[in-house]
Structures are given as C-alpha cells and as structure tokens.
C-alpha cells in the first residue's frame, strides 16, 4: 500500500509558476513509476506527465512539453512537478499517482495508487 499526497497548489496569475509535491508514505517508493494527472471541471483526467522508478526518463503531455518538468527524490520519496509559464488552460486539479508498472506510462489505469489531488487556478 502506498499513500500519496500531494501540496503546492493555489492562485497565480498566467506567465507565473508554481511546483507542487506529492509525498508518498508505505511501500518502497523508489519502485514505482510516479504520474501528474489533471482534471478541469467537465473535463476527463488528463495525463500530464510521467518519471520511472529511478528517474531516469520522462515523458509529458504535448499541451505541457517545455513548461512543465517532472523529477524526484527517493530519499524523501517526494515527486515534484515544476509548472513555469503557466496558463489559464492549466487550470484542474492536479494529482499524482503511482504505478507499479515500470515505463512510461500514460493511462489513469496503469496506475495503482492516487493522491487527494490539489487545485491549480491560473488566471488571465
């Protein structure tokens, strides 16, 4: 079993940035691929991006590709999701997840664990 939760979300205006984290707790942490979902009202849960158990590869979604960068420390087993350039279209709530499935993966299903999500608001 593994909990995740994520912080770091809030209000900022469109240009600016934000980093949110997501802390895990139970299971080994290192051995799972860690996910960023989001969710805007609507709207279904969207693949943001992704970092495999050692972080050593990544892959985001087209709409957050340069702005957005994934990375991790198994040490304080705590993913971090750095959001730059943000935009009003980045509004959701942001979630995390972990998979025990080691790749890249990008569907909600792949995933075994999820946080309580935090809510991002840019506005214009």
């Known amino acids: 079993q593994v909990q995740l939760v994520e912080s770091g979300g809030g209000l900022v205006q469109a240009g600016g940035s934000l980093r949110l984290s997501c802390a895990a707790s139970?299971?080994?942490?290192?051995?799972?691929?860690m996910g960023w979902f989001r969710q805007a009202p609507g709207k279904d849960r969207e693949f943001v991006g992704v970092i495999t158990w050692l972080g050593a590869r990544t892959a985001y979604a087209d709409s957050v590709r340069g702005r957005f960068t994934i990375y991790r420390d198994n040490t304080k087993n705590t993913v971090y999701l750095q959001m730059n350039t943000l935009e009003p279209q980045d509004t959701a709530v942001y979630y995390c997840?972990?998979?025990?499935?080691?790749?890249?993966?990008?569907?909600?299903?792949?995933?075994?664990?999820w946080g309580q999500g935090t809510q991002v608001t840019v506005s214009s």
């Open positions: 139970g299971r080994t942490f290192s051995y799972y691929a």
């Open positions: 997840a972990a998979g025990s499935v080691d790749g890249l993966v990008r569907r909600p299903i792949d995933y075994d664990y």
